[in-house]
Every structure is written in C-alpha cells, then in structure tokens.
C-alpha cells in the first residue's frame, strides 16, 4: 500500500525535464494530458458543428444548440445580468474542468490532480475577477474598492486577492488527488466490481461537482466585484 | 507532490486561452450565427407580416372610399333617370292628351257632318212627300170634303214616316 501511494504521490511530475531553474520549467504530465483533452474537445467541436443549418436540422445540431443555451444559462444563472458577458469563458472553463476530472475514467491521470494546472485555473479566475471589476468601476473606484465596508478591514481585502486563488486551487486540487487517491486504495483493496461502481461517483459525479463549484465560485467573485 | 512548475503554468493558461477562443469560434460562434439567423428571420417574417396588414388596410379604405362614390355616383344616376321617366311620363300623357282631344274632335265634326248628312236626307223625303202629295192632289178632282181627308191622310202619313 505505501509503494502504491508513494508511485502516485511522489512519483516524478516531468514529462520533459529541463535542466534550468531546478525544475521550475519542467514540462509536467499534466499538461501533455490536457493537450490530449483539447484534442479531443477541438475534434468534438469541429465534428459536432459542423454544417450548421438555419432550418431542418438535425438532431446533432438541436443537441448542440440546446447544450450550448443550457451551459450558457447554467454561467449566465450565476453570473448575474451585469457580468454576463463572461459567460462563455466560464462554460469552457466548467467544459475543461469537468472533461479534466473525467479523464480519469479512460486511465489517464486526471490534470487537475495536478497543483500546476489548477494554480493555472485559479490565476486566470483571480485576473478575471479583478479585471472584471477594473472594466466596471475604473481604476479610482477599484482601488476604493478596498476600503469598503469601512477602511479597516482593507487589509483582509487585498489579502483576499491572493487567499481567493489558493482557496479555488487547493479545493479543487485536494479533491481530486483524494478521490483518485480512494480509488486507488479501492481498486488496491477489492480490485472487482467496486471500483466500477464506486468511481461512478468519485469520477463522474465528484468531477462534476468540483468543476462546478470551481465556476461557481468565480462566478460569484466576478458578481461581487462588478456590483 | 506540491512542487510547480512556471512553464506548465504557462502552457496550461495557454490551453486554457487556445480552448476559449476555439470554442468561442466555432461552438458559440456558429451556434450563435445560426440563433441569429433565425431571429433575423422572424424579424423579417413579423415586418412583412405589419406590412401586409398595413397594406391590406390602406386598400380596405381605399376601396371603402370607391364604394362611397359608387353609391354617390349611384344616387345621382337614379335621381337623374328618375327625372327623365317624369319628363317622358309627362310627355306620353300630354301626347295622349292631345291625340285622345283629337280624336273626340273629328268624332264631334263626324257626328255633325253625319247630322247634316241626315237632315239633308229627311229634306229630301219630305221634299219628296210634298211632290207626292201636290201630284195626287193634282191627279184628282177635289172637294174641300176631299181635301180634308187628304190633310188627315198626309198628317197620319207624316206621322208614321216620322216614328
């Protein structure tokens, strides 16, 4: 069992190692799977949009079309009127996240084990955020921004910059590592039936949420700081 | 385990970008052509359609206003032929007028021609009588016994010509 959680935990992250910065420009695993998922969306997109009809069409394009108002509504829902412009950044983001916690399904390791690719998440969330507020309130109120409600919790504010990316990075990050971790000891411990049974919710239905509950909650950053 | 690296940052970012903008161009882009397509559609659809109505309702008035002359135009043709019938009426009775005092005047001459015609006849057959009666008269040997049986014979006479 320790030999198993020490392969997974500690085995060697790096893809293609660069002998530069002691391994800061490694090239990880992970981001060799998510090319492999962007493949598979890119080809998915091209296959599942292609020839589109203004009348009669087929059921693939009504299946597009419905999907594609439903994840925007499901964004929109919680984005609110005033930030609904990024809604289609947040639906990809859930697409990602989602089809990333999966993949552990098909074998691979799921990226988003990986606290590289979801410090990459929370990053790009956190600069929406504030970038969102910047373009809604302009530099001046921005920076006010911080002293509300009253001026002396200021520090908690510009605290919270850093403490809201960590928080989306760890959550995400730790959930997966501990659902793949159990599935491992599952598949350690009882190596039939079970581990199928169960990674119906540890994969498909923990994935699901955590991709959720990761756009949820920027979405809910971004509402607040253009309100 | 916790250990990052700046380049899989980056390149993760990159992905994540490169996925935004290839699903942005072709899932939600074609999808949103097409969605907007089809409102630009019931768009026009919903124009023609006020159009339409409104057109319709420009030639209801317009053929409204032509009803409105015709009944006008009507009234006027009936008044005007009406007047016609009272002038050939009038014309027909004072004709049949003229022609039935006519008529009762060549009836009145006719009778009058007739009457003389008459008389003229009467004349003669008592122009006759008397001849008649001189001759006999004439004819025979009288005494004034004679002509008085004589006078009682002509009165008889003459009256019974004359019933």
Redesign the interface.
Known sequence: MKELLNELLKEDKAFIHIPYGNGLFDLYKSVVVTWIILGVLFLLILFLTRDFKVHNISKRQAAVESFVLWIRGVTGGMLGEEAIRYQDYLAVVLIFIAASNMIGLFGFTPPTMDLTVTVALSLMSIILVEAAGLRKKGLGKWFKGFAEPMPVIAPMNVLELAIRPLSLCMRLFGNILGATVIMELIKHVAPVIFPALLSVYFDIFDGAIQAYVFVFLTSLYIKEAVE | ?????????????F??L???F???K???G??D???A??ME?VDDATRSADEAAHKALTTQVEYENKIAEIDAQKETIISDIKKQGYVEYERIVSDAKKKGEQIIMEARHNAEVENERAKEVYAAQLTDMVIDAASKIAATKHSSEDDMKLYDKFIVEAGVNNE
């Open positions: 385990m916790l250990n990052i690296s700046i380049l899989s940052i980056g390149c993760t970012i992905n994540l490169l996925l935004f290839v699903a942005k072709f899932l939600f074609r999808v052509a097409v969605i397509k089809r559609e």
